[in-house]
């Protein structure tokens, strides 16, 4: 059966840029093994299949897999993958629309603005929680290639935090330490906490940035995933609305902070994050962000 699939370029409004994203459309039929061999066929940081939704309500079922394995939420495949079902069939210029994708954690609700930059943000399905992992600093600068003291901020310290997917979030002093790492695989593996049966990915952001509209610059890591880097991370994001919350405190009502990365990948990207504050706490959070369809074909399969 021949299946369509585009490639789109997320959390960029230009092409070539961001974190490329394989969107295959009618995979209904296609089992987990079939999905597993052809995200390894893109092998992009990640591969999303769009199918029949089960709830006749909602607009698709997703199941997302990186080369290695199925994730049960991902930031740039939702993204992706909303503005992909948003462009299918005719759209007025400045269309608002209102969507809900099944996932593997639950549904989520996405809105979009379709136009010449189309853009998609949605709720997170869940909010983060901290996790009660205390890691040597002195071993995450031997596994990124810095001296210790180059590692936190203000009140800034290593935490671990998940929303679907867990993360080690190291704050760093400055650019200058963040374009300097260098990530040994087997030491971050050997430190980093398991969780839910899978080595927590790496996090590193600092306050200081390149783009002057941007409140933290970031790069992201996954060895566990054979990721070397990601240029943009949608579910590390989510998590890092508790570490925003947790270290430089919350307003009441809703904050937006858009965060770079993959500037050192030379694919930069932008991500916002638009977190909703209600006595300290955080009551709702979103991400968003645009996609640029880059290619388009047929699956022979």
Not at 19 to 46: C, H, K, W, Y
Request: charged share 20%; glycine share 10%; with cysteine.
């Amino acid at each position: 059966m021949a299946r369509r699939y585009a490639i789109y370029d997320v959390f960029t409004d230009r092409a070539l840029a961001g974190n490329p994203l394989a969107v295959v459309f009618d995979a209904e039929g296609l089992d987990d093994t079939a999905m597993q061999a052809i995200a390894r066929e893109f092998n992009l940081s990640e591969t999303v299949f769009i199918g029949p939704a089960d709830n006749p309500a909602h607009a698709a079922r997703l199941r997302i897999f990186t080369p290695w394995r199925e994730l049960p939420f991902a930031g740039h495949p939702t993204v992706g993958a909303a503005i992909a079902l948003g462009s299918e069939g005719p759209n007025d210029a400045g269309d608002r629309r209102l969507m809900v994708l099944e996932e593997a954690i639950g549904p989520v609700r996405c809105a979009l603005r379709m136009d010449d930059a189309p853009y998609a943000e949605f709720d997170l399905p869940a909010l983060p929680r901290q996790l009660p992992f205390e890691i040597d600093k002195a071993a995450v600068a031997l596994a990124l290639g810095i001296d210790a003291d180059e590692i936190g901020f203000e009140n800034h310290h290593v935490s671990v935090w998940s929303a679907g997917n867990s993360f080690v979030f190291v704050p760093l002093a400055g650019l200058g330490v963040a374009e300097r790492i260098r990530i040994d695989p087997a030491t971050w593996l050997d430190i980093a906490p398991a969780v839910d049966g899978h080595k927590a990915s790496l996090y590193a952001y600092c306050r200081e940035t390149i783009r002057h509209d941007c409140a933290f610059h970031a790069r992201m890591f996954a060895p566990e995933m054979g990721l070397a880097e990601d240029p943009a991370t949608g579910s590390a994001v989510a998590n890092f609305a508790g570490v925003i919350a947790h270290f430089d405190g919350l307003a009441e009502g809703p904050s937006a902070f858009l965060i770079e990365q993959g500037v050192e990948m030379g694919r930069p990207s932008q991500i916002r994050l638009e977190i909703d504050g209600r006595g300290g706490a955080i009551h709702a959070a979103r991400i968003g962000g645009h996609a640029v369809r880059v290619a388009e074909g047929t699956l022979t399969l």
